[in-house]
């Protein structure tokens, strides 16, 4: 949960005045979200989403955000769309942030996904990446391979305090991945950052993506392996291979995998086991006495990381090997 | 800002069932309130306020407070008003807590209140004060002079570490209060936490009151004497004579004070002080390590309570003697 920023009255009303939405007639700060200020606005003209984006973003980036989102839905893929100002802009600023109005999106996320939110979960995810295979921005993925050791670097001397041995198995497993780390695959937009709670259903249907602001472009795969970390292990740690089956049949019946995209699976989703290790990590040995976030607890990782380096074969996904 | 409450998908789904309010289409925690749980939904039938009572609310004054938005509202009083389930009834259970229903209410507050809203809000504290006047049910004001020594008996041993000789000053006052508390004032439903944040305004006019969980029996006058403590003092703890003058004669335009109401008035505003004090200085040494919510200031209401002290006419509230 987080609201950040307190924006004055009349400084929200000018902010309004800018877009073409008729009055405010309602702001309520949303409890959602840890990394940006969120409100729920009603105007004249609809409800929409005001973002302010606070320091954990990089300002450079929003171009990349905002044009994305707009790109996407131009495709129709059901997403914010952002907002564009009386001046042309979709970005402006607020209470000294930088600031982005996006309309409202109806849909709820599934804090207990089934295997047949992964099957549109899977669905969802191929249809970003072919909506965003003509989107004419770059944007390299800030937590690469190449970025995970820098990161390492800042957490390694504590990173025991934590689990005892954490430090070593983490820096064993980085130089391998640094090592076997797949190139040349397919590439493109990816979210990078599609959790349970960035994917809106509706009666069981996905209904929209949301919350674009880790998206950059590498490969298609670790999108997909980022997923299959996110969305089909249990809350108990188990594995459930019904769920990974339901996501990659979804993913592949709108964009078929290549022998190659599926052979680097596993080493994809260990890649992205160890960067989600290593953020939650860092932000666990970080948050300051009497933080109002909660952090998010890293060993849920090291647990997923273990349990790809078991895996050989996409058999262990669910598929046919 | 408080969301305290995880609800379940299927649990939220199975409570919105129970209304006729169509398929739900999103929930929103709300980042407002201190004392509850709010979810801002949006169903097919309309936006609503959903609200679970947390542990401070006693779930036996609910009725009371769903009944007496009803019947405002039924006034054309603008508030919030609470949906019946099929079963027609406006209280329901969710995750364990008391829940229920209300309508979204357009409007913001204003963080700054200027004059004009001052006037704005006398008129519609008068407007709720005659529109109660013929609600059936009763409350007695949980938080009215007799029950003050109890809870300055609970923090008085620590009252001097929060300000020095902070627990004498209380005691003479709360003495004094005691014995020259007004009697037989003309009384009816008042809300009894009419702060700024609890009065919506569109556009500088007042679009509507919410939040009715202090709602009580009492004497009006005491209403508008929190209101003096609430609404007129800026910032930096001067009293605005000009903002009082305006809530004052905003009131009285719709319901006249009375003689002994206008004489009681320093004496019901020096009480409503030290029971915000008290509350407040409560709170403050109450408050868990580490806890989400910071604790308003209690010696805000100290100033407040020593500006009433040295008044001893109306002539101080800007108004004729």
Redesign the interface.
């Known amino acids: 949960?987080?609201?950040y920023t307190d924006v004055?009255?009349e400084e929200l009303s000018a902010f309004i005045a800018t877009y073409d939405i008729g009055?405010?007639?309602?702001?309520?700060?949303?409890?959602?979200g840890v990394e940006n200020s969120n409100y729920?606005l009603?105007t004249e003209g609809g409800?929409f989403i005001l973002t302010l984006y606070e320091k954990r973003v990089n300002p450079n980036d929003l171009p990349f955000f905002l044009n994305l989102m707009q790109h996407l839905s131009s495709k129709d893929l059901s997403c914010p769309i952002p907002v564009a100002a009386q001046d042309g802009k979709l970005l402006s600023a607020l209470a000294g942030r930088p600031a982005a109005l996006v309309t409202?999106l109806?849909?709820?996320w599934?804090?207990?996904p089934k295997p047949e939110h992964c099957s549109e979960l899977g669905r969802g995810m191929a249809n970003l990446h072919v909506a965003g295979a003509d989107f004419d921005m770059q944007r390299p993925n800030s937590l690469a391979v190449a970025d995970w050791r820098p990161l390492f670097d800042q957490c390694s001397a504590r990173a025991d305090t934590v689990f005892p041995g954490l430090a070593a198995e983490i820096d064993k497993e980085l130089t391998h991945l640094e090592r076997v780390w797949p190139k040349g695959l397919p590439s493109g937009v990816i979210h990078a950052d599609l959790f349970p709670d960035n994917v809106f259903f509706?009666?069981d249907k996905l209904s929209g993506l949301i919350d674009f602001y880790f998206a950059c472009t590498d490969a298609l795969a670790y999108d997909v392996a980022i997923c299959l970390n996110a969305w089909c292990f249990e809350h108990d740690g188990a594995f459930n291979v019904t769920k990974a089956r339901a996501m990659l049949n979804g993913y592949t019946k709108v964009r078929p995998l290549s022998g190659a995209e599926y052979e680097a699976l596993p080493i994809l989703a260990r890649g992205s086991a160890l960067r989600f290790l290593l953020t939650r990590l860092y932000d666990w040995l970080s948050v300051p006495?009497?933080a109002?976030v909660t952090p998010k607890d890293p060993l849920e990782y090291l647990k997923k990381l273990r349990f790809h380096q078991d895996v050989d074969s996409i058999e262990s996904y669910g598929l046919e090997p």
Chains 1, 2 share one sequence.
Do not use: P, T
Not at 23 to 32: D, F, H, R, T
């Open positions: 949960m987080a609201v004055a009255d009055q405010l007639l309602s702001c309520k700060g949303i409890a959602e729920l009603h409800y409202f109806d849909g709820m599934v804090k207990r509706l009666s006495e009497g109002l």
